[in-house]
């Protein structure tokens, strides 16, 4: 049982116990159970550590954290062992022993797991001089690999609810409001409202019932960033709630999170009982007389959810389907209340703001967009995985030195932000400033932080069809222009990737385009046509390569490729097997296959499994 | 598997306790009643529609603009396949192809003998491992095509066929 706590005196003191019985000498493993880690087999290297130093007898000076998301997945199952900070990457169970044996009792490195440097392969020791972590600064993602999401007391020992005692104590709800604006954060969700100026509407809305929500229906595709906070820090998420709760003046509180989240949803909701065990939640937090209460909701899987009003008639039970915002939600949200929605990242950030004051805050980053920024960074890059940086970092710094570039020797196309609702990014825009203001003046948007990274072998054709697609699937069908609109758009784009498009076609997608932005009821069908037209502004030769020429540049597009066999084939017959329609028939050995273009489906299994790259696409 | 009606009432009366009959937790309710019932039975909806008194309707309209619901009963295996852009660009597409090929099913369906359901997913947050499937909620990262067919048959019943 945890003991409760009613002042933030009694939390000082807390903190200070539990400093005081942790033993500074011992070292920590700290093994991600991140998603990302887990996949790749963390937790039966966590296993297979606490067996292997118990065997060697070294339990008393050697400790195994489960933490939260080290970020840098692509490199998992990650292993940080402190204080030395030495960076294991890729660490398999038949790696425990050696690890256990050389590092943990004999005190030296085991060089074949330390990270290789992309350019000069020379292997690197400390976490920090890892270059995809150098170039970060780690605020919100600071403290994820060192804590174990469970446990409220790892929280605690890194300050944990500092600010919230700082807000109830030495502030009162406007200062708190007035410190967030002079802040500059601006909600991390995408749209960019001024997160200050949201509090204060609901605080000033009339009513006494006011609702606080949390948005983690990370619903685009790419973005991972809520899901980490929310699964690894989850206190964090919760301070800022508390915190925001007691300036706009607000009782109850809502998690919305995606169902397919399971590990976030397991964190959460234990981060809740153990904080209202403790008096920081639930009723007279800290002994303030200030009540506050969290629920959870687990979303259904739609992706219009994440939509402010969309995900409000979700959380009443109701279809998710947004309305019209000429009330602001700020009015009448939530039960017809009003109702501030922020989303994760952006409740994360509150306590770092009360605790270090506006003035730090807002000294980093851009004029209009301060602080950092988690993005996903993923697709076509190396060092694929979550990273933090200051808000004006150039597109170029995160994807080459940050994400180490574009693996395979290809060339890098395009570089798409803010999921479906944002646009793509061509090379010649590499040395763009990252922040709100920018992504948006080049086509693009933030979102909630996705960045896919495109090679030469990306299609940008099939791009915007592949957004399209994704949305007609999950639009709620309210509103006329967007349900008709995608439709249209999505049969267009069909009939051009299928080599059956005109110029006319062209000329008409723009015209949707213009009419569903301007037209539509929510942002889902606002920002829809973005993909299509940054597609259409950036890389128009390849739209007209498919519908001039019928070709397309990439190979991606099915009707117009075909699998070829080349002649430096020597027919070993790793394709013919493979083949699910026996189009490739054996001519015999060392003779090049055969493939018949009529039974070839051009499902590219033979490209695939070929080593020899005999197979060419044409 | 056939479950009888009374069984379900008594199951769905269990889980709106859970939730204090409260209506506006009817998402959740839907949720828990799936993972309880393995689908969502038309006997479970029109329970619920009179145990909440709320119209049946919107037990629908809610049950059926879900993604994660089904209406139908799923297979023993379900298989999810992610959709999500990270996974679009390393090829999901061909992954997607490939399991459809070897099942013979549509994403959204189950084969008749009701071995394997198919569904495809937006994005599981896990994009670094792209493309990836996942199996009765074990997730498989980094597919390729060749990998496919070995995965399904370690699922499948001894000497049954996929």
């Known amino acids: 049982m945890l003991k409760r706590l009613n002042s933030p005196h009694e939390l000082e003191d807390l903190k200070k116990s539990i400093r005081s019985c942790r033993d500074l000498n011992k070292t920590v493993v700290s093994v991600c159970a991140g998603t990302g880690c887990i996949t790749l087999g963390s937790g039966e290297v966590i296993e297979a550590l606490r067996k292997e130093i118990d065997a060697q007898g070294i339990g008393h000076k050697v400790e195994v954290r489960a933490s939260g998301c080290h970020g840098f997945c692509e490199r998992g199952a990650l292993v940080n062992i402190l204080p030395q900070n030495i960076l294991y990457q890729r660490v398999k169970t038949q790696d425990v022993p050696e690890l256990v044996a050389k590092t943990l009792v004999e005190g030296q490195v085991v060089e074949r797991l330390l990270y290789p440097d992309i350019v000069t392969g020379k292997r690197i020791t400390r976490e920090d001089e890892v270059p995809f972590y150098a170039r970060q600064k780690r605020l919100l993602l600071e403290h994820s690999s060192r804590i174990d999401p469970q446990s409220i007391e790892d929280y605690l020992y890194f300050d944990g609810y500092k600010a919230l005692g700082k807000a109830l104590y030495a502030m009162d709800p406007q200062q708190i409001i007035e410190e967030v604006k002079a802040s500059g954060l601006r909600g991390r969700g995408g749209g960019g409202f001024l997160t200050g100026k949201k509090w204060e509407n609901t605080r000033d809305a009339h009513g006494d019932v006011k609702y606080i929500i949390c948005n983690c229906d990370e619903g685009d595709p790419g973005a991972y960033m809520d899901r980490s906070l929310m699964e690894s820090n989850p206190h964090s998420v919760l301070e800022g709630m508390i915190i925001g709760a007691f300036a706009i003046g607000a009782h109850e509180g809502y998690i919305y999170i995606r169902n397919e989240y399971p590990l976030a949803v397991k964190n959460a909701t234990n981060a809740i009982i153990k904080a209202e065990e403790m008096g920081l939640l639930g009723d007279n937090i800290l002994g303030k007389g200030f009540n506050f209460h969290i629920q959870i909701s687990r979303g259904g899987g739609a992706f219009v959810c994440g939509e402010s009003t969309a995900l409000m008639a979700s959380l009443e039970g109701k279809v998710g389907e947004p309305r019209a915002k000429y009330v602001h939600t700020s009015e009448k949200g939530l039960w017809e209340r009003p109702s501030n929605l922020n989303n994760v990242e952006t409740w994360a950030n509150v306590p770092l703001i009360i605790n270090n004051g506006a003035k730090w805050y807002s000294g980093i980053g851009t004029a209009g967009s301060k602080g950092t920024k988690i993005f996903s960074l993923v697709g076509k890059v190396r060092n694929t995985g979550l990273v933090e940086v200051p808000m004006g970092i150039t597109l170029r710094e995160i994807i080459f030195e940050i994400g180490g570039g574009i693996p395979g020797n290809k060339r890098f196309k395009a570089v798409q932000t803010g999921g479906p609702s944002g646009g793509f990014i061509p090379d010649t825009l590499l040395d763009l400033q990252v922040d709100f203001d920018e992504l948006t003046r080049v086509g693009s948007m933030m979102g909630s932080g996705a960045m896919i990274v495109m090679d030469e072998s990306n299609c940008m054709v099939d791009m915007a069809k592949y957004f399209i697609t994704f949305l007609l699937d999950e639009l709620c069908g309210k509103c006329l222009p967007c349900r008709e609109g995608m439709k249209q758009l999505h049969t267009i784009l069909i009939r051009i990737t299928n080599g059956e498009g005109t110029m006319a076609d062209v000329q008409m997608i723009e015209d949707l385009c213009s009419t569903m932005k301007t037209a539509s009821l929510c942002g889902l069908g606002q920002s829809a046509p973005n993909p299509v037209l940054t597609s259409l502004r950036y890389f128009r030769e390849e739209w007209e390569a498919h519908v001039l020429e019928k070709r397309c540049p990439a190979k991606v597009c099915k009707a117009l490729i075909t699998y070829n066999i080349s002649e430096k084939c020597p027919g070993c017959g790793l394709c013919v097997k493979a083949c699910p329609e026996t189009a490739i028939v054996s001519k015999g050995k060392k003779q090049p296959v055969e493939l018949d273009q009529i039974k070839c489906i051009r499902c590219g299994t033979c490209y695939d499994v070929c080593k020899l790259d005999a197979i060419v696409v044409k | ?162």
Not at chain 2, 43 to 59: F, G, K, Q
Not at chain 2, 112 to 140: Q, R, W
């Open chain 2, 1 to 162: 598997m056939k479950i009888d009606e009374a069984q379900i009432k008594t199951k769905v009366r269990g889980i709106l306790q859970k939730f204090n009959n409260n209506s506006a937790m009817l998402v959740g309710i839907l949720q828990d009643a799936q993972s309880e019932l393995g689908y969502l039975p038309h006997e479970a909806l029109h329970a619920i529609h009179e145990y909440l008194d709320i119209p049946l309707t919107r037990v629908y309209s809610v049950a059926t603009f879900f993604k994660a619901f089904s209406l139908v009963p799923l297979g023993k295996h379900q298989v999810h396949i992610c959709m999500g852009t990270a996974c679009h660009v390393r090829g999901a597409e061909k992954i997607l192809d490939s399991v459809k090929r070897e099942l013979c099913i549509e994403p959204g369906t189950s084969d008749k003998d009701l071995n394997f359901s198919l569904e495809t997913v937006n994005c599981l947050g896990a994009c670094a491992l792209g493309p990836i499937m996942v199996v009765d909620g074990k997730y498989h990262g980094n597919m390729k095509i060749e990998g496919v067919k070995s995965i399904l048959e370690s699922y499948k019943e001894p000497g049954g066929k996929i």
